[in-house]
């Protein structure tokens, strides 16, 4: 294991970064990850929880916010249906400097919070 990262954001905080600058979603998410989350009336969850496994990558490759974009790290589903990690430009990087080859992701949310844990391998 090179690293581990937890990451916890309040649904409602979100919800209003959201209302109050809407482009924040194109800066923050893949094209993929923003259809998957807008297919919900309220996408908040969705995309609370992709935040938060970006925030965790970070603190698992021992780095600080804006060390890449955040569009670099993408939350994907496996065939099995579990969330993984994608990395790409300065995030794909950063971690093949640092020897990470695998991704383990978890993320959960409830009416309040979502959380993620990434540990990078």
Do not use: C
């Not at 959201?18 to 309220?42: K, V």
């Not at 974009?69 to 589903?77: G, S, T």
């Not at 579990?82 to 009416?111: C, D, N, Q």
């Amino acid at each position: 294991m090179i690293g581990v990262g937890i990451d916890a954001v309040e649904l409602d905080r979100f919800r209003r970064a959201l209302g109050r600058t809407p482009r924040i979603a194109e800066r923050l998410f893949s094209d993929a990850e923003r259809d998957y989350a807008f297919r919900r009336r309220d996408p908040t969850e969705r995309l609370a929880a992709r935040f938060a496994a970006k925030e965790a990558v970070m603190k698992a490759m021992g780095v600080g916010l804006w060390a890449f974009n955040y569009r670099d790290v993408e939350v994907v589903r496996a065939s099995s249906g579990a969330p993984a990690v994608r990395l790409t430009g300065k995030a794909a990087r950063l971690a093949e400097a640092k020897g990470i080859r695998e991704w383990r992701l978890s993320i959960t949310h409830t009416e309040r919070t979502a959380q993620a844990i990434a540990i990078a391998l």
